[in-house]
């Protein structure tokens, strides 16, 4: 998985409440990616990152914010949880543009 | 609004088969078609990629044909086996970045 970690592996959290989702990666990968995947979806966007405190928004990014403060960091935060973000993310990392991008294992989050 | 369209949804074929799965893109601008692998519990993993100035890449058992006039590309699975079943993804890029992923295709290969 080139060093891509991602934690919590499942959470289940209440509607309305903050949750926060964490990427960590060894590569020094320039580049970050939090995609959400969902049945009869395939993989969508949230957000991306071009470097330190260096993001840019993507398909999906309503109700997210993200941070990177480290380059091996790359936060996702949903600020108050909604039943349509129960769904599976994943982390990317990128050496650089228009080569290998290295997904973590996922995240299954669940909103009641 | 999916800029990629995979099909079929799911696939069945038996062991020994070619399996193809096939997309359609809308944006010429598209410049990096991979095709990725995931297993269950699993994160995606680059199977192959290729790139509009080719029309085939063969890695292995695995190739992908690219039509840039029809703006379509399939992956084709040669001497399929049970462990090739998997959810396999189209994708698309425009300047390296922002991959635009296909709906999936599930692949179940029969021993």
């Known amino acids: 998985d080139a060093g891509i970690t991602q934690s919590p592996r499942h959470k289940v959290t209440e509607t309305g409440t903050p949750v926060t989702l964490r990427c960590h990666q060894t590569e020094n990968h320039r580049y970050m990616y939090w995609y959400r995947q969902d049945p009869g979806h395939g993989l969508r966007l949230i957000h991306y990152?071009?470097?330190?405190?260096?993001?840019d928004k993507g398909e999906v990014s309503d109700g997210y914010s993200v941070s990177r403060s480290k380059t091996e960091d790359f936060l996702l935060t949903l600020e108050s949880a909604t039943s349509s973000q129960t769904s599976v993310y994943f982390c990317a990392t990128e050496m650089a543009l228009n080569t290998e991008a290295f997904f973590g294992q996922g995240t299954r989050l669940t909103v009641v | 609004q999916q800029q990629v369209k995979q099909s079929p949804q799911s696939l069945i074929v038996q062991k020994g088969g070619i399996p193809i799965i096939n997309c359609a893109y809308e944006?010429?601008?598209?410049?990096?078609f991979p095709w990725y692998q995931q297993f269950p519990g699993k994160g995606p993993a680059l199977l192959i990629a290729i790139r509009p100035d080719v029309s085939e890449k063969k890695e292995g058992r695995f190739t992908i044909s690219f039509n840039k006039s029809a703006k379509q590309f399939s992956l084709h699975i040669m001497d399929s086996q049970p462990g090739d079943s998997a959810t396999y993804f189209c994708a698309a890029t425009q300047g390296g970045n922002k991959l635009v992923f296909g709906a999936g295709t599930i692949l179940r290969v029969k021993s």
């Open positions: 944006n010429t601008a598209f410049d990096y």
């Open positions: 990152s071009y470097g330190v405190k260096d993001t």
